[in-house]
């Protein structure tokens, strides 16, 4: 299944501690809200996978206005990827951590996961998830 998140990349922020509680930001929750209802949106009524996991995310990030014509090509042609923040362990996070119970029941099933940075027109994440099936001994 392939999910597209549209909109600026977010990370997941550390919990916050007031004195009493620990909480979550305010940020971090929003994004999570606009994961779930992107996935809702493009999966409604979907049954959540139960088997191990293999998820791919791509993370696309605006190009900045001030670069150049021929450095724009450049980023847009993957030839320069941004080494920008968030972190990539921080996006996958919060994606995989919004789609618990949604895409898959919780996101230790995942036993594979590759993720990736990229300069794009319109920032985005896009998600490849899949079941991973064994065929007499292999993984299909």
Not at 18 to 35: C, H, L, M, S
């Amino acid at each position: 299944m392939k999910i597209t998140i549209q909109g600026k990349v977010q990370a997941k922020q550390r919990p916050r501690f007031n004195g009493k509680f620990t909480y979550t930001p305010a940020q971090t929750k929003n994004y999570e809200n606009w994961v779930k209802l992107s996935f809702i949106n493009q999966y409604p009524n979907f049954k959540p996978l139960e088997n191990e996991l293999t998820v791919s995310i791509k993370a696309y990030f605006e190009i900045p206005k001030s670069v150049s014509k021929k450095k724009h090509e450049q980023m847009l042609n993957g030839n320069i990827r941004p080494t920008i923040k968030p972190d990539l362990d921080n996006i996958a996070k919060s994606v995989l951590d919004a789609l618990n119970k949604l895409a898959y029941l919780d996101d230790k099933q995942i036993v594979f996961l590759k993720v990736e940075k990229f300069y794009a027109e319109s920032p985005r994440v896009e998600l490849m998830v899949e079941e991973i099936s064994y065929d007499e001994g292999r993984i299909l």
